[in-house]
């Protein structure tokens, strides 16, 4: 329905909102246009004591505002006036984070608009107006005290397993880079997951230290409460957040099943891509967390192991669920490498995607703690069709809504 969405060319490079890593969320934020709605909004949730924030304006203000602003968990939106509402609620989907509740308030009081806007775009509600007390309280009202079913409490993110066919491959600059432009490409809200628990190196990438709680959420998930995510997560921007661990290189974490299915469900639910850097080999835990991954990235190198271990990985992953299994060749052109057509006849094909041996930048910004993305224009340009892919992002063509992809109103992949 909407060709993609890229950032305005004036957009800052690096990000003007971090939060804090205990910041809470607005229970409900509202975006209305006018007084006589903010008085129905304020009259009717009176009494459930919800600590509603109203501030006047449309959609479109909500969207230059949450780019900016952690997501609340219930949004209210005003599409008065707008000439395309559907396509401004699109584009609030890509600065929301995909656990929101969104509530619509217009002027059209058309039953097609109603169906479009609740069963394709995942809105929980709309009302059109005059709005008055009554109105609010019936419709609106259980949506915010929890009476309803959120659209998005079995959906969620898009996973993204990143898994080197053998160590050395790169697979960590994948995982890393890939997470940051996909915040920048779609403005959506991204986890980046470490599960090398011991010898994790996504941090040192960053230039950041990480949070501390992951083993003890994937050994022991009663343990882990909804404050989980804020304290063990370190914000790298305002769209990113990284969960990694540094446990001592003697200590011996034992990650379970029902740590890593608790640990994506909580993930998928506040952050619209999760993307894991999986150890390789892949582990009994890191197996779990590729299968429930709607993409699983095999990345190796250009050599005779990359090729073996690449092909028994493909294999693997083909036999364990149903997401998509891409192989990305790393190092491309190193010298002493395989050249291009070997790799491709060792694989039985070409690779999906190919990244350059860039030997003059990824190491220096791996050792500056800078991404490889802010240092290396021809790095960036390899990365971007392997980002539109797992993001399911064409180039000047048509793309399905966001709140379709994240709150379910698409058909399942």
Same mark, same amino acid.
């Given at each position: ?38 008085? *129905?909004?304020? %009259?009717?949730? =009176? ?9 006047? $304006? ?9 780019e900016q602003e952690p997501t609340p968990s219930i949004l209210v939106v005003d599409v008065s006036g707008l000439s395309d509402p559907l396509d401004t609620l699109d584009a609030l989907a890509g600065v929301c984070s995909p656990d929101v509740r969104v509530l619509v308030v217009g002027e059209a009081s058309d039953l097609v608009l109603y169906r479009r806007m609740t069963r394709d775009l995942g809105v929980a509600e709309y009302l059109y ?27 969620? +993110? ?9 160590? $050395? ?18 403005? +959506?809200? =991204?986890?980046?997951?470490?599960? !090398?628990?011991? &010898? /994790? ?9 990480? /949070? ?43 990650? %379970? ?11 998928? &639910? ?24 709607? !993409? ?16 028994? #990985?493909?294999?693997?992953? /083909?036999?364990? $669920?149903?997401? %998509? ?8 052109? #190193? ?8 790799? *491709?006849?060792?694989?039985? /094909? ?10 003059? !930048? ?11 993305? &802010? ?8 990365? &971007?069709?392997?980002? !539109?892919?797992? *993001? ?9 809504? #966001? ?11």
């Amino acid at each position: 329905m909407l060709v993609e969405r890229k950032p305005p060319p004036d957009a800052p490079k690096e990000s003007r909102y971090v939060a804090a890593p205990d910041e809470p969320r607005l229970p409900v934020l509202a975006f209305v246009a006018d007084e006589q709605t903010e008085t *129905a909004l304020r %009259s009717g949730l =009176v009494g459930v004591g919800t600590g509603l924030q109203v501030r006047r $304006g449309d959609a479109r203000a909500a969207v230059r505002a949450l780019e900016q602003e952690p997501t609340p968990s219930i949004l209210v939106v005003d599409v008065s006036g707008l000439s395309d509402p559907l396509d401004t609620l699109d584009a609030l989907a890509g600065v929301c984070s995909p656990d929101v509740r969104v509530l619509v308030v217009g002027e059209a009081s058309d039953l097609v608009l109603y169906r479009r806007m609740t069963r394709d775009l995942g809105v929980a509600e709309y009302l059109y107006k005059p709005l008055t007390r009554d109105a609010v309280v019936r419709f609106f009202g259980p949506h915010i005290t929890g009476g309803a079913v959120s659209a998005s409490a079995e959906r969620g +993110g898009s996973v993204i397993s990143v898994c080197g066919a053998r160590g $050395g491959a790169g697979t960590t600059t994948i995982a890393v880079n890939l997470a940051l432009q996909l915040a920048e490409a779609t403005r +959506g809200h =991204v986890a980046l997951l470490d599960l !090398h628990l011991r &010898a /994790g190196t996504t941090g040192m990438m960053l230039g950041l230290r990480s /949070g501390t709680g992951l083993r003890v959420a994937l050994e022991d998930p009663d343990r882990v409460d909804n404050l989980f995510l804020d304290r063990s997560s370190v914000p790298v921007n305002d769209r990113v957040r990284l969960i990694a661990a540094e446990e001592p290189i003697d200590s011996d974490p034992r990650p %379970s099943e029902g740590g890593i299915k608790n640990l994506l469900a909580m993930l998928t &639910a506040r952050f619209n891509y999760v993307v894991i850097d999986v150890p390789s080999p892949p582990g009994v835990a890191e197996r779990i967390a590729q299968a429930m991954s709607q !993409h699983r990235l095999v990345v190796m190198g250009p050599d005779l192991g990359g090729i073996r271990d690449a092909l028994a #990985l493909r294999r693997l992953l /083909g036999s364990q $669920g149903a997401g %998509s299994v891409t192989t990305v060749l790393n190092r491309a052109g #190193l010298p002493g490498g395989l050249k291009p057509k070997l790799v *491709a006849d060792g694989l039985g /094909g070409a690779p999906d995607f190919t990244i350059p041996d860039l030997p003059n !930048h990824l190491p220096r910004s791996a050792n500056l703690g800078q991404p490889a993305l &802010a240092q290396s224009t021809q790095f960036r340009r390899a990365l &971007a069709p392997l980002t !539109h892919h797992v *993001a399911d992002m064409k180039a000047a063509a048509p793309s399905p809504s #966001l709140f379709a992809r994240l709150l379910g109103g698409r058909a399942a992949r």
